[in-house]
């Protein structure tokens, strides 16, 4: 019986030692002005401190990030601080990566269109889609870049597919702009 197994062991660890790993997440592929459709709110705003926790059911990690909002380009409460939640994250020995999802530094100024406005803590639309981080050009220019390198864009007019070029570059006054032109009556 052992020397009857042994062979399909062998090969069944063969055919997981060649299969495709991957580190991607699979989010809906949204035009920028469909983002601006889709997203409760949008803001620019500073990333503060950040605390992981599990979910009730202690099942899941996720992440809480506190922002210091510069101002909101559709929707918001109006507060200048705010939480939104990003799954993922480590409780003691314990963490869950999800490849795809934001990640933030304190101290970095994004940009980020958002969703569940009505939720106890919104979330970034698209995960990585929903983050553009905001540096400065020579000039003094505000840039935005988007890196949605972890994610895979499935779109439902074509195939599912890795993004070709994952780190793409905006200007903020462009940006400002497309959302008050999507946003006009």
């Not at 580190?23 to 035009?31: G, N, R």
């Not at 439902?156 to 793409?168: F, K, L």
Request: net charge positive.
């Amino acid at each position: 019986m052992t020397r009857r197994i042994l062979p399909w062991l062998v090969a069944a660890s063969g055919l997981l030692a060649t299969a495709p790993v991957t580190d991607a997440t699979t989010v809906e592929s949204l035009s920028l002005d469909e983002m601006i459709e889709r997203a409760s709110f949008i803001f620019i705003g500073k990333a503060g401190e950040a605390r992981a926790e599990w979910n009730a059911d202690h099942t899941r990690i996720y992440t809480y990030v506190r922002f210091d909002v510069e101002r909101y380009l559709k929707g918001g409460a109006g507060g200048r601080e705010l939480t939104l939640r990003v799954p993922g994250g480590q409780v003691g020995e314990f963490a869950a990566l999800m490849p795809g999802a934001p990640q933030f530094t304190p101290g970095e100024d994004v940009l980020l269109f958002c969703s569940g406005a009505q939720a106890r803590v919104p979330t970034v639309l698209g995960l990585a889609l929903g983050k553009f981080a905001i540096t400065r050009a020579a000039s003094g220019e505000r840039i935005l870049k988007r890196d949605v390198s972890g994610l895979v864009l499935a779109d439902y007019r074509t195939d599912s597919r890795t993004p070709d070029t994952p780190v793409t570059q905006y200007r903020l006054s462009e940006i400002e702009a497309r959302i008050r032109r999507v946003l006009a009556p």
